[in-house]
């Protein structure tokens, strides 16, 4: 069964710092790959997403991942962070071409210190 | 709609109580999850609704979880009996059932078993 996995349960910066968080999945098939993000009381909403093409991908808030085939992965990065970004961030992988469930890794909970 | 909803936002029940969640998709959406939240952990999934295809049932943790979806419209989920293990945030989402789309998602219904 397809899975993913977060490497960093909590992390922990300060704010200018750059982050990037870990996710791989267990597929081998075709994959649409996403970030979710989860501020304080709020519900989760998309960061950015990958369903083809360039696999540098921009989202918002200044935030990128990478999609790297060989290993994978699908690596969040943000070079400079700020104190609004503490907040969860979920990975989550779509294997439409086995009817579409969408499975997410166990989340990283970021805190950026003022 | 303009979202997904859901309701009731809280919801605190005694132990052995059955309790039905409410999911209302945004409209046109063909695909409509489930998920369930515990406290400090990520998004476990519970089932996944597309279009007039069987539920993929994969996820449901016991046979005291069940759901039902009348065609693309509403969805709920019943917890029968429910246990303390059962308190957590049900979330529910949903997207469009094709290929390179994301999954929009509710704000989740807390749910405490006291």
């Known amino acids: 069964a397809q899975s993913v996995s977060q490497h960093n349960h909590h992390v922990i910066l300060s704010e200018a710092a750059s982050l990037e968080l870990g996710c791989n999945y267990s597929?081998?098939?075709?994959?649409?790959l996403f970030w979710y993000v989860q501020y304080p009381g709020q519900h989760l909403q998309l960061l950015l997403k990958?369903?083809?093409?360039?696999?540098l991908v921009k989202g918002i808030k200044g935030f990128e991942a990478e999609f790297i085939k060989s290993k994978f992965s699908f690596n969040l990065r943000k070079p400079s962070v700020q104190w609004s970004d503490t907040a969860e961030y979920f990975c989550?992988?779509?294997?439409?071409?086995?009817?579409?469930?969408?499975?997410f890794g166990q989340g990283t909970e970021l805190s950026v210190k003022p | 709609g303009a979202g997904v909803s859901q309701s009731p936002s809280n919801k605190v029940t005694e132990k052995g109580k059955d309790v039905e969640l409410r999911c209302d998709p945004i409209?046109?959406?063909?695909?409509l999850y489930w998920y369930r939240q515990r406290l400090g952990q990520g998004l476990e999934f519970l089932i996944y609704?597309?279009?007039?295809?069987?539920?993929?049932k994969s996820g449901l943790p016991s046979d005291r979880f069940s759901a039902e979806r009348t065609g693309e419209s509403v969805s709920t989920l019943t917890i029968q009996r429910t246990q303390q293990e059962d308190s957590a945030v049900y979330l529910c989402?949903?997207?469009?059932?094709?290929?390179?789309?994301?999954?929009?998602f509710g704000q989740g219904t807390r749910l405490t078993v006291v």
């Open positions: 989402a949903s997207s469009l059932a094709k290929k390179n789309t994301e999954a929009f």
């Open positions: 597929y081998g098939g075709t994959v649409n």
């Open positions: 990958y369903f083809s093409g360039d696999p």
């Open positions: 989550a992988v779509n294997t439409y071409n086995q009817g579409g469930k969408l499975i």
């Open positions: 409209s046109g959406h063909t695909a």
């Open positions: 609704f597309q279009g007039n295809s069987a539920p993929d």
